[in-house]
């Protein structure tokens, strides 16, 4: 399946991964809309995919109810550890949903029945790539009901200023945690198509800078709207194929131009529009929720 | 043997504290996470072993260059990724991500230059190869070295931190940064002896962590960053002692985990203990409880 | 029964007392006004009536409802809504939308309507939405429903605070230092503003400011703390009298 894959060219996998990237940079979105710094997609991306691989290979559970059993798995973890660790801020969240993620590897890294070192082979092939960008339209279309209802604001106010938002009535331990378990079934799913993508599983996938990565993408496109995590991901995922003739150039120009951008565009690509409006209007974020709704 | 594995969780946890006390000093007055910090710690290693390898150059000689490089280093990401970013933004995640891209460029340039092997130090290279004998355990020269150079260095650099103009600065920039700059802080030129301490202190580390391992490879800084801060955290943000501590108490835990339990569990460990002082401290030994808990 | 009743309420900080035994009362539809100088402990007094701080000893009582432990989250849902002496906008977010998590409490639809986009949900977003549009036109801020918060004036700001307060519909509505900052002008406005809702019905507003002649002209009562303790409490004739009030205070007006 590899070869084919090499043999048409990487395309078919690019496009591939713009998907699964752009559903990874969403996963961190929705927790970072809420004010937290969470590294852990990565962690709860191995569950999903570790999970579904186990279940449809020991169990014989078929394709699509290995997927949405993971998510269950992961969902429960996170809801699990959210409450305790959610009370924790800013770096030393971050740092501990890291440690979170290693933990996840090193288990896959040690654990016979995950394989250990040598991975898991043989995963019944069965995601499609329109599966994947079926799902990220999905998601696509919730985060847009999600930012123009109470719960998205609820989480936007949370983010900003979590006091204030408890004074309005909002209970903020309950939607951390919800925005935590949401952003582990994302990653979760991904993990899952992952799996049944490639039929191969190794831990060394689910690493420290693979989760860095995935923040890169969505701080990178803005965190102003779910568009900057995917503009994010899109973008970082085909710099590196489009400097592809540059040879061992490549990651060189591709940090130097990440770098450049950052410095410029500080709060994201999604910055851009900023220049098309008039200096009284400038909005950093989201464009306004209420055009009237649709009747 | 027991001696001799205390005796290198010491050395180890020298090492530690070294590449710790410049990211602890750096997230205590900016808060931010310095992600090129192990790629400076990988060009201080990687700078010593061409100089020794294939320049044939003394290990003094090769450690004082390094050190000279690596401050230039520091210069360097101040300058490409934080401070261009001071006046513009406000939040944590911009520096993050310009600093973890400036740390690609790094990695990768290093591949470029030195290829992508892990190398090997010069036999002879390394002038410390004698040991002392203490009970029935060993302490290399090296290993001597390391902890005094850590232990000077940390004392150096705490004494700065609390007696002098610079580290009166860097105080008051960890307490208010806006006072400070009104009180007359040079908060530019601080921000950039910061980063040139803490880049040399890292290069110092790669330098001797290469030679004590015999070996060096443009990936080496990546694993020294998740230690890093879990050190960081343990010992309390921005407190240099607290890097100090914070890096033998992990030193040890890996150490310890390797000898009672399995070498598989080594890096395990550090974040069990993680997860315990944050479960238990988040500010760490010696942080300020401010700002941890939502 | 009275709206709001605390009773020897005490909160100290590391051995200083910021409240000291504080007690009064308010009645439903009263505009109370809390003067004093500054640290006297009036903000405190606020934060532990909203229960963002514990008190030591005493308690809150809210309509017959002890809240005195009771989450931020709990005592908003029974009522109150509040101010800060520090604006606390959501400021990347709409003047708008700022609004309108002032009025989180009043929506009760789920995530499922909202991904469905049910008629349920669409109408309480369109009746909060009207809902929103005439407290930002009461507050003058209608032209400015589409900008950023951050990008406020300092008063206009203050404005917008008071509107998401009120999109609560709260029984009480507690302002810390509404008019700082206010020329003259705008002080009279929103006292007439506060006049006209109270009148209205359904409103209670307790008032912390430093505008002594704005607060004596606007408040059916008034408390005078100083040192974390009340001084006097009463009309505003009565307070003004009072001798330990003139001596204490006094004189600092705006």
């Given at each position: 399946?590899?070869?084919?894959?090499?043999?048409?060219?990487s395309?078919?996998?690019?496009?591939?991964?713009?998907?699964?990237?752009?559903?990874?940079?969403?996963?961190?979105?929705?927790?970072?809309?809420?004010?937290?710094?969470?590294?852990?997609?990565?962690?709860?991306?191995?569950?999903?995919?570790?999970?579904?691989?186990?279940?449809?290979?020991?169990?014989?559970?078929?394709?699509?109810?290995?997927?949405?059993?993971a998510?269950?798995?992961?969902?429960?973890?996170?809801?699990?550890?959210?409450?305790p660790?959610?009370?924790?801020?800013?770096?030393?969240?971050?740092?501990?949903?890291?440690?979170?993620?290693e933990?996840?590897?090193?288990?896959?890294?040690?654990?016979?029945?995950?394989?250990?070192?040598?991975?898991?082979?043989?995963?019944?092939?069965?995601?499609?790539?329109?599966?994947?960008?079926?799902?990220?339209?999905?998601?696509?279309?919730?985060?847009?009901?999600?930012?123009?209802?109470?719960?998205?604001?609820?989480?936007?106010a949370?983010?900003?200023?979590?006091?204030?938002?408890?004074?309005?009535?909002?209970?903020?331990?309950?939607?951390?945690?919800?925005?935590?378990v949401?952003?582990?079934?994302?990653?979760?799913?991904?993990?899952?198509?992952?799996?049944?993508?490639?039929?191969?599983?190794?831990?060394?996938?689910?690493?420290?800078?693979?989760?860095?990565?995935?923040l890169?993408?969505?701080?990178?496109?803005?965190?102003?709207?779910?568009?900057?995590?995917?503009?994010?991901?899109?973008?970082?995922?085909?710099?590196?194929?489009?400097?592809?003739?540059?040879?061992?150039?490549?990651?060189?120009?591709?940090?130097?131009?990440?770098?450049?951008?950052?410095?410029?565009?500080?709060?994201?690509?999604?910055?851009?529009?900023?220049?098309?409006?008039?200096k009284?209007?400038?909005?950093?974020?989201a464009?306004?929720?209420?055009?009237?709704?649709?009747a | 043997?027991?001696?001799?594995?205390?005796?290198?969780?010491?050395?180890?946890?020298?090492?530690?504290?070294?590449?710790?006390?410049?990211?602890?000093?750096?997230?205590?007055?900016?808060d931010?996470?310095?992600?090129?910090?192990?790629?400076?710690?990988?060009?201080?290693?990687?700078?010593?072993?061409?100089?020794?390898?294939v320049?044939?150059?003394?290990?003094?000689?090769?450690?004082?260059?390094?050190?000279?490089?690596?401050?230039i280093?520091?210069?360097?990401?101040?300058?490409?990724?934080?401070?261009?970013?001071?006046?513009?933004?406000t939040?944590?995640?911009?520096?993050?991500?310009?600093?973890?891209a400036?740390?690609?460029?790094?990695?990768?340039?290093?591949?470029?230059?030195f290829?992508?092997?892990?190398?090997?130090?010069?036999?002879?290279?390394?002038?410390?190869?004698?040991?002392?004998?203490?009970?029935?355990?060993?302490?290399?020269?090296?290993?001597?070295?390391?902890?005094?150079?850590?232990?000077?260095?940390?004392?150096?650099?705490?004494?700065?931190?609390?007696?002098?103009?610079?580290?009166?600065?860097?105080?008051?920039?960890?307490?208010n940064?806006?006072?400070?700059?009104?009180?007359?802080?040079?908060?530019?030129?601080?921000?950039t002896?910061?980063?040139?301490?803490?880049?040399?202190?890292?290069?110092?580390?790669g330098?001797?962590?290469?030679?004590a391992?015999?070996?060096?490879?443009?990936?080496?800084?990546?694993?020294?960053?998740?230690?890093?801060?879990?050190?960081?955290?343990?010992?309390?943000?921005?407190?240099?002692?607290?890097?100090?501590?914070?890096?033998?108490?992990?030193?040890?835990?890996?150490?310890?985990?390797?000898?009672?339990?399995?070498?598989d569990?080594?890096?395990?460990?550090?974040?069990?203990?993680?997860?315990?002082?944050?479960?238990l401290?988040?500010?760490?030994?010696?942080?300020?409880?401010?700002?941890?808990?939502? | 029964?009275?709206?709001l009743?605390?009773?020897?309420?005490s909160?100290?900080?590391?051995?200083?007392?910021?409240?000291?035994?504080?007690?009064?009362?308010?009645?439903?539809?009263?505009l109370?006004?809390?003067?004093?100088?500054?640290?006297?402990?009036?903000?405190?007094?606020?934060?532990?009536?909203?229960?963002?701080?514990?008190?030591?000893?005493?308690?809150?009582?809210?309509?017959?409802?002890?809240?005195?432990?009771?989450?931020?989250?709990?005592?908003?849902?029974?009522?109150?809504?509040?101010?800060?002496?520090?604006?606390?906008?959501?400021?990347?977010?709409?003047?708008?939308?700022?609004?309108?998590?002032?009025?989180h409490?009043?929506?009760?639809?789920?995530?499922?309507?909202?991904?469905?986009?049910?008629?349920?949900?669409?109408?309480?977003?369109?009746?909060?939405?009207?809902?929103?549009?005439?407290?930002l036109?009461?507050?003058?801020?209608?032209?400015?429903?589409?900008?950023?918060?951050?990008?406020?004036?300092?008063?206009?700001?203050?404005?917008?605070?008071?509107?998401?307060?009120?999109?609560?519909?709260?029984?009480?509505?507690?302002?810390?230092?509404?008019?700082?900052?206010?020329?003259?002008?705008?002080?009279?406005?929103?006292?007439?503003?506060?006049?006209?809702?109270?009148?209205?019905?359904?409103?209670?507003?307790?008032?912390?400011?430093?505008?002594?002649?704005?607060?004596?002209?606007?408040?059916?009562?008034?408390?005078?703390m100083?040192?974390?303790?009340?001084?006097?409490?009463?009309?505003p004739?009565?307070?003004?009298?009072?001798?330990?009030?003139?001596?204490?205070?006094?004189?600092?007006?705006?």
């Amino acid at each position: 399946m590899q070869i084919v894959l090499d043999f048409f060219g990487s395309y078919g996998y690019l496009i591939y991964l713009l998907a699964q990237n752009s559903v990874l940079a969403l996963s961190v979105y929705i927790t970072l809309m809420a004010g937290q710094l969470s590294l852990a997609s990565i962690g709860f991306m191995a569950i999903g995919a570790y999970s579904s691989a186990l279940l449809s290979m020991n169990a014989g559970l078929p394709y699509p109810f290995s997927l949405v059993f993971a998510a269950l798995i992961a969902g429960s973890v996170a809801l699990l550890i959210g409450g305790p660790i959610l009370r924790l801020k800013g770096v030393y969240l971050a740092i501990t949903t890291v440690g979170f993620g290693e933990l996840m590897r090193f288990i896959a890294l040690n654990w016979d029945y995950t394989g250990g070192a040598m991975g898991l082979s043989g995963i019944p092939a069965a995601t499609e790539t329109w599966h994947v960008f079926a799902f990220l339209l999905l998601l696509i279309f919730g985060f847009h009901q999600l930012r123009r209802s109470r719960h998205g604001r609820a989480l936007v106010a949370i983010g900003r200023d979590e006091m204030a938002a408890r004074s309005m009535g909002i209970p903020t331990t309950r939607y951390k945690v919800s925005a935590f378990v949401a952003g582990a079934m994302m990653a979760s799913v991904t993990g899952s198509f992952a799996a049944h993508h490639t039929n191969y599983l190794s831990p060394s996938e689910f690493s420290f800078s693979t989760a860095v990565l995935v923040l890169m993408y969505a701080v990178f496109g803005g965190l102003g709207s779910h568009w900057g995590p995917v503009l994010g991901a899109i973008v970082l995922t085909l710099l590196p194929e489009m400097f592809r003739f540059l040879q061992d150039w490549r990651m060189i120009i591709y940090g130097m131009s990440v770098l450049i951008v950052v410095i410029f565009l500080p709060d994201g690509l999604l910055e851009i529009r900023k220049l098309f409006r008039r200096k009284k209007d400038r909005v950093a974020h989201a464009a306004s929720i209420m055009e009237s709704p649709k009747a | 043997m027991l001696t001799q594995q205390i005796i290198n969780a010491l050395s180890q946890g020298a090492f530690y504290a070294l590449f710790a006390a410049g990211l602890t000093l750096i997230f205590g007055v900016l808060d931010i996470l310095n992600m090129a910090h192990g790629a400076v710690f990988m060009w201080g290693a990687m700078i010593s072993w061409y100089l020794m390898s294939v320049l044939g150059v003394h290990f003094g000689f090769a450690l004082l260059i390094a050190i000279v490089f690596c401050g230039i280093m520091g210069l360097l990401l101040e300058f490409t990724a934080f401070r261009p970013l001071r006046g513009r933004s406000t939040g944590h995640l911009p520096p993050l991500v310009s600093s973890l891209a400036l740390s690609i460029v790094l990695v990768h340039v290093a591949e470029k230059v030195f290829g992508t092997r892990v190398v090997r130090y010069p036999e002879d290279a390394v002038p410390f190869a004698k040991y002392v004998e203490i009970g029935d355990a060993q302490i290399s020269m090296l290993q001597a070295v390391l902890m005094l150079v850590a232990l000077v260095l940390m004392g150096a650099l705490w004494f700065m931190v609390a007696r002098t103009r610079l580290g009166r600065s860097i105080r008051a920039l960890q307490e208010n940064p806006k006072v400070a700059r009104l009180m007359g802080v040079d908060v530019d030129r601080t921000i950039t002896w910061m980063f040139v301490i803490a880049s040399v202190m890292a290069g110092i580390a790669g330098v001797f962590l290469g030679v004590a391992y015999n070996s060096a490879s443009p990936y080496m800084g990546h694993w020294v960053d998740l230690k890093g801060f879990a050190v960081i955290i343990l010992g309390g943000m921005g407190s240099i002692p607290g890097a100090l501590i914070g890096g033998l108490l992990i030193a040890f835990a890996e150490i310890g985990t390797v000898v009672f339990l399995s070498s598989d569990y080594r890096d395990a460990a550090v974040f069990v203990v993680l997860m315990g002082m944050l479960l238990l401290k988040p500010s760490g030994l010696l942080g300020s409880s401010r700002e941890v808990r939502a | 029964m009275s709206l709001l009743r605390l009773e020897s309420l005490s909160r100290s900080f590391g051995g200083v007392k910021a409240v000291n035994g504080v007690s009064f009362e308010v009645e439903p539809g009263q505009l109370y006004g809390v003067i004093g100088p500054n640290g006297a402990g009036k903000t405190t007094l606020f934060n532990l009536i909203t229960g963002l701080i514990r008190p030591d000893s005493g308690s809150v009582v809210l309509e017959g409802v002890e809240t005195t432990r009771k989450s931020p989250e709990q005592i908003a849902r029974l009522g109150i809504a509040r101010t800060y002496q520090t604006i606390r906008l959501f400021d990347t977010m709409t003047v708008r939308e700022n609004v309108m998590v002032g009025g989180h409490i009043g929506l009760s639809y789920n995530l499922l309507d909202v991904f469905t986009a049910r008629s349920r949900y669409r109408q309480a977003e369109r009746a909060l939405f009207k809902r929103v549009d005439g407290l930002l036109q009461t507050v003058g801020l209608e032209h400015r429903a589409e900008d950023e918060a951050g990008a406020l004036s300092y008063g206009e700001q203050r404005r917008l605070e008071l509107a998401r307060a009120l999109a609560a519909q709260p029984s009480l509505l507690m302002l810390d230092e509404p008019a700082a900052g206010m020329n003259t002008r705008e002080a009279i406005d929103l006292s007439n503003l506060l006049r006209q809702l109270v009148a209205a019905g359904g409103l209670t507003v307790l008032i912390i400011e430093h505008n002594v002649k704005l607060m004596m002209g606007l408040c059916d009562r008034i408390a005078v703390m100083n040192f974390g303790e009340k001084l006097a409490e009463g009309l505003p004739s009565e307070v003004r009298r009072n001798a330990s009030v003139v001596e204490a205070y006094l004189g600092k007006s705006e």
